[in-house]
């Protein structure tokens, strides 16, 4: 029980110095621009809210993830999203899969490609008032896409008010 | 103190009965067919392993979901899977988006129509033997697809042998 108790104090003061040391995640300051510049973590680990395709230039494939704030926000029909409500579009180029052709005996199959970009949506009704709530980012290789790009997305998503400014369902 | 242990008595003990009266998941007795006749509890939560999109006849959606132990096991490469790996393949129609596409201005853009089947593939190596290890599952509305429709899926992924049987690939 002694060695438990210390272990736990051990772990409570690395936290501590963590916590000291890197802002935790949504904490920029004030004069940060209205834009998430920071990779939301453990977001792989999300569940699915759904899945998209596009094609025109973007022959793209997406799987769209939320964190729990957004998924149980998707199941109970809550909106607007509370703060803290997360999503997570994660694209791939839209490719063929040869060797599921192969297995079908047609070239019918498409499979994620390499990946392109990662787009979030992040709820802080303050921090983010300007744009509907909704702070935007989008990351290409880890690093943030420029302002001129992020300028874009609210705009477009502002045609979805009737559901929060997201466009993507809850698939069942 | 005497409250959460007493608690904790309670909570064993019913979950003593449910372990009594109603068999875990995976354990049919011998004289079920070598398929997976019950749907996996909770797969709906499940880690994101990719997405597919299927033509020809199909003009399907799915999102592919894996349970911890089969993630863990795509995460670290690790073939063939261990046995309790579950692997779910949620399919839905390939539907155009009008909504997306009035947002983008032209027809580009395809979301989840109708969820038309979910289908399972259960790693136990010992009670799916005959079939690489992998019992198989297709369910439509909640029930499952017949022996005629289930016994095609065991040759179809035998091709994908050099990949413990499976088809789909980790989307990063």
């Known amino acids: ?3 438990m ?3 736990l104090i051990a772990v409570a003061a690395v936290a501590g110095v963590v916590a000291y040391t890197s802002p ?3 904490e920029e300051n004030e004069a940060a ?3 998430v510049d920071k990779i939301p973590p453990g977001y792989r680990d999300w569940k699915l809210i759904s899945v998209a395709h596009e094609e025109g230039n973007l022959h793209s494939f997406a799987a769209v993830l939320g964190n729990d704030v957004a998924i149980t926000a998707y199941r109970e029909g809550t909106r607007p999203f509370p703060d803290g409500a ?3 579009a994660l694209h791939y ?3 063929p899969s040869d060797e599921n052709n192969k297995a079908f005996g047609r070239a019918q199959s498409f499979v994620p490609g390499t990946p392109t970009n990662i787009q979030f949506m992040v709820k802080d009704s303050k921090k983010y008032a300007a ?3 909704w702070g935007f980012a989008h990351f290409k290789e880890g690093k943030p896409g420029d302002e001129a790009l992020l300028k874009t997305c609210f705009p477009c998503h502002n045609q979805a008010k009737a559901s929060d400014l997201v466009f993507t369902r809850y698939a069942p």
Do not use: E
Request: aromatic share 14%.
């Open 24 to 26: 935790a995640y949504g």
């Open 5 to 7: 108790v210390f272990a």
């Open 86 to 88: 997360t999503i997570a």
């Open 93 to 95: 180029s839209h490719a």
């Open 33 to 35: 621009p209205a834009f």
């Open 1 to 3: 029980m002694k060695r």
């Open 131 to 133: 744009t509907g709530g």
